[in-house]
C-alpha cells in the first residue's frame, strides 16, 4: 500500500461528523464567556484527564481514544452556523466581541501531552495532560471526556474477553444491534477490535477502520424456508470440473448415510432448514457456513448441516462450519464437534473434524468461564450485547481537573481522600522489576529529575503517609510523549492493528495476579516524596480550619 493510501486509510479511521465543537457541555461555554470576560484570555492552564477507579471489578484498563481526540483539535473550529445557533442561544447580554473571540479560536496554542493508545493505564495517572489557553483548554473538556471515556472503557471489556477466551479462540463482535444508538456502535466495533476481537459483523466499521467483517446468517433465513419445494435452482458447478451437481439429490442422499452414522432418524430433521441450508450453501458454496438451532441441534440442524456439507464435498467445496445460538453451548458444541468427528471417520474426510463451531447468545465473560471449566469446543465467540453495551458496568468515570494555572497549582479538596485532585504540572513514569514486569507507576513533580535505572527511589503512596516503598527499577517509561502542539499533530498515532498490538504487548508486562478476573491484586500507583509534600502543604494552605464552639 501507498504511503498515500495510507494516509487516505489514517484520514478515514478518524472521520467522525458528530464530533465538533458544540458537541459539548452548555457550561464550558457559558465558563468560555465568564472567564472571557473577567479578563483571563492570556491565563495558562494545566488540566489533567484521569479516572479514579478501574472498572468491571478489574485493576487495569486500557486506554484509547487518543487518535479520536487529536482529530477533533485538528478540526477544532466554530463554524458561522455554530456561532448563529450559540447567539440565539445564549442570553441576549453576551457581547458580540465575544463572539468573534469565539470564531477565531483553534488549538493552535494548545499542548497535549499523552500516554500511548492501547497501553495499560492506572487510576489517577492522567491519560492526556492538556496545557494552554485556559479558556480553550477548558472548552475540550467534555469532548475529550467523550472520546476517552466509551473508548477506554470499550477497549477494556473488549481486552477482558480475549483474556477469558485465550488466544486460541476467534471473537467477532455482533453487537451494532444492541448498541447505544449508531455512533455508540461504531465506536464499540473499532474499539472491541482495539482490545482484541477478530472481526465485527458492522459494515461500516469494517468500510472505516478496516477492520475484518465475518458473519453468519440469521434464524429467519431459516425459517423463510418450509419445504424442499421452496427451492428453484438446485444446480451448482463442481469446483473443479464444471460439471453440473445437483445439490439437493446429494444433500438428501447425504442426509440418509449421515443418519446412519449419527443415529438420528432424517424423518425428524426438519425439510424447511434443509431447503435453507441448500439455499445458502448454492449461494456461498465456499466456507459455507450454517446456523443450526432454528429447530433442534440434534435432530435436525446438525444432520441438515452435515448433509449440505458432504454434497458441497462431492462437488469439490469444504464448508465452513456451524453457528449455535441458543440451549447449552458446552453440551452442544461437544456434540457437535463429536459429530463432525464421527463423519469425518466414517466417510474418510479429516477435514470435516475441524469445522469451526461459533457459538453466540447473551455471552459474557463469565459464560466464557464457565464454558471454559465445563470443557467446551467452540472456535469462535460472537458477541453483541454484553460487550458493546458494557453492561457489567456501564461507563468509566474519566474527569478533567485543572491542575495549574498560570503557573500556580491547583488543587481540588474533597472529603473523599480519593477524590482530592493531585495538583501541579507532572510525569509519570512507569517502574520495572527485575523479572521485566511492571512495578509501579510513579507520578513525579516536572521539575524533578526522572528517576533512573539501578537508582534507588522513594515511592509513597499519595495519600496515605505510611505507605510508601523503595524501588530499584531495571528499566524505567517515561508515560508521556506530545502528540499536540503548535497546532498540528506532533507524534503521530499509530493505525489501528499496531494499538490492537500495543494492547497485548502492553498486557504481558502486567504480573498475572494484577490480571486475574476474582479478586485482582491493585496495581500501585505512587508519588515521589517530593510532590507528596507539595500535594500535602497545597492541601494544608486550602482546607480551611474550622472553629469548635
Ligand atoms: N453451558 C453453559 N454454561 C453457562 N452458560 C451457558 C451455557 N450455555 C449457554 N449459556 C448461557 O445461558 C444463557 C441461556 O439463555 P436463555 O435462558 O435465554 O436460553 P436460550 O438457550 O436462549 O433459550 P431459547 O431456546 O429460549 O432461545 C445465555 O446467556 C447463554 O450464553
Ligand atoms: O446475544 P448477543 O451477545 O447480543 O449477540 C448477538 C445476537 O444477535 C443475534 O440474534 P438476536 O439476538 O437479534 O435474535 P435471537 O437471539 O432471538 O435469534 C444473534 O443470533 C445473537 O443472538
Ligand atoms: O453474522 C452473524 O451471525 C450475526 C451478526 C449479528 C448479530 N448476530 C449474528
Ligand atoms: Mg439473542
Not at 464530533?19 to 495558562?44: C, E, F, H, R
Not at 489517577?124 to 492538556?130: A, E, G, H, K
Not at 462437488?315 to 449455535?324: D, F, L, P, S
Request: charged share 20%; net charge negative.
Amino acid at each position: 500500500m501507498s504511503s498515500e493510501e495510507l494516509n487516505i486509510k489514517r484520514k478515514m479511521a478518524r472521520q467522525n461528523g458528530i464530533v465538533q465543537p458544540l458537541l459539548t457541555d452548555l457550561y464550558q461555554i457559558t465558563m468560555a464567556y465568564a472567564y472571557w470576560k473577567s479578563g483571563k484570555v492570556n491565563d495558562v492552564a494545566v488540566f489533567d484527564l484521569f479516572f479514579r477507579t478501574n472498572p468491571f471489578q478489574g485493576e487495569f484498563t486500557i486506554f484509547a481514544g487518543l487518535e479520536e481526540c487529536l482529530k477533533f483539535l485538528e478540526n477544532f473550529h466554530y463554524s458561522d452556523s455554530d456561532i448563529q445557533y450559540l447567539q440565539q442561544t445564549l442570553p441576549e447580554n453576551i457581547e458580540p466581541e465575544f463572539f468573534a473571540y469565539l470564531k477565531d479560536l483553534t488549538c493552535k496554542d494548545i499542548r497535549v501531552s499523552a500516554i500511548e493508545e492501547g497501553s495499560v493505564v492506572f487510576p489517577r495517572v492522567p491519560l492526556l495532560r492538556v496545557e494552554g489557553p485556559l479558556i480553550v483548554a477548558q472548552l475540550l473538556e467534555t469532548t475529550l471526556l467523550t472520546l476517552v471515556n466509551f473508548a477506554s472503557l470499550m477497549a477494556t471489556n473488549a481486552a477482558r474477553y480475549r483474556m477469558v477466551a485465550g488466544k486460541n479462540v476467534s471473537l467477532l463482535e455482533f453487537g451494532l444491534r444492541r448498541a447505544q444508538g449508531p455512533d455508540g456502535g461504531l465506536s464499540a466495533s473499532k474499539y472491541a477490535y482495539i482490545g482484541g476481537f477478530d472481526g465485527t459483523s458492522n459494515v461500516l466499521a469494517g468500510k472505516m477502520f478496516n477492520i475484518p467483517v465475518r458473519g453468519t446468517h440469521a434464524h429467519s433465513f431459516v425459517t423463510s424456508f418450509s419445504t424442499l419445494d421452496d427451492l428453484h435452482s438446485v444446480i451448482i458447478r463442481h469446483a473443479e470440473t464444471q460439471n453440473s451437481c445437483n445439490l439437493l439429490e446429494l444433500s438428501i442422499e447425504w442426509r440418509k448415510r449421515v443418519s446412519a452414522v449419527i443415529d438420528i432418524s432424517p424423518e425428524e430433521a426438519s425439510d424447511g432448514e434443509l431447503a435453507a441450508l441448500i439455499s445458502y450453501a448454492l449461494a456461498f458454496p465456499s466456507g459455507f457456513l450454517a446456523l443450526v438451532d432454528t429447530y433442534d441441534v440434534k435432530r435436525s440442524g446438525l444432520l441438515n448441516f452435515c448433509a449440505v456439507a458432504l454434497a458441497l464435498n462431492d462437488c469439490g467445496y469444504r464448508a465452513g462450519g456451524i453457528r449455535i445460538d441458543s440451549g447449552d453451548l458446552a453440551y452442544l458444541s461437544v456434540l457437535a464437534r463429536e459429530t463432525f468427528e464421527s463423519i469425518a471417520e466414517a466417510f474418510k474426510l479429516p477435514w470435516f473434524s475441524k469445522l469451526t463451531i461459533v457459538a453466540s447468545n447473551d455471552i459474557n465473560e463469565e459464560t466464557i468461564l464457565s464454558l471454559n471449566e465445563q470443557g467446551h469446543k467452540i472456535d469462535t465467540f460472537g458477541i453483541g450485547t454484553h460487550l458493546v453495551t458494557c453492561q457489567r458496568q456501564p461507563a468509566l468515570g474519566c474527569v478533567y481537573k485543572l491542575t495549574e494555572i498560570n503557573g500556580q497549582p491547583r488543587i481540588k479538596l474533597s472529603q473523599d481522600v480519593g477524590k482530592v485532585t493531585i495538583p501541579g504540572h507532572k510525569e509519570a513514569y512507569r517502574l520495572f522489576g527485575a523479572d521485566g514486569h511492571a512495578l509501579i507507576d510513579l507520578l513525579q513533580r516536572s521539575s524533578e529529575p526522572a528517576p533512573e535505572v539501578g537508582q534507588k527511589v522513594l515511592c509513597r503512596h499519595p495519600f496515605q503517609e505510611s505507605k510508601r516503598a523503595y524501588v530499584i527499577p531495571s528499566k524505567v517509561e517515561h508515560l508521556y510523549k506530545v502528540y499536540w502542539k503548535d497546532g498540528i499533530i506532533h507524534t503521530m498515532p499509530k493505525p489501528l492493528h499496531e494499538v490492537r498490538q500495543r494492547v497485548q504487548s502492553s498486557l504481558r508486562t502486567l504480573r498475572q495476579d494484577i490480571k486475574r478476573n476474582l479478586n485482582p491484586t491493585p496495581y500501585k500507583v505512587a508519588v515521589s516524596d517530593d510532590l507528596y509534600n507539595f500535594i500535602h502543604d497545597l492541601w494544608l494552605q486550602n482546607a480551611p480550619i474550622g472553629e469548635l464552639s
